[in-house]
């Protein structure tokens, strides 16, 4: 079982910055790929950003240039740094980890972009 610590959420206003965190614990649940998908009201789950631990990164175009995902291996623990974020930005984030074909899910922690 793996379970995550998920914390960064919170309100900001458009044009600034959060930084989200995820750390992934449980036995045999280190060394996989990580990352976040995003759910909207009234829209559909979307990836995010995605790393592998070797650290390739994915990003939706939605996020290219403003968003930038790293992961510390040695904390099973991956971030998501967001900045000039916009008001279309705010939705619930979600820490995922990709093992063996299934997608183990975080809580999820909300994030306001807001005036």
């Known amino acids: 079982q793996v379970q995550f610590v998920e914390s960064g959420g919170g309100l900001v206003q458009p044009g600034g910055s959060l930084r989200l965190s995820c750390a992934a614990s449980g036995s045999g649940f280190s060394g996989y790929p990580m990352g976040w998908y995003r759910q909207a009201p009234g829209k559909q789950r979307e990836l995010v950003a995605g790393i592998t631990s070797g650290r390739i990164t994915n990003y939706a175009d939605s996020v290219k240039d403003r968003f930038t995902i790293s992961r510390d291996n040695a904390k099973n623990t991956v971030y998501l740094q967001m900045d000039s974020l916009k008001p279309e930005d705010t939705a619930i984030y979600s820490c995922?980890?990709?093992?063996?074909?299934?997608?183990?899910w975080g809580k999820g922690t909300l994030v306001t972009v807001s005036s």
């Open positions: 995922y980890l990709l093992r063996g074909g299934i997608n183990y």
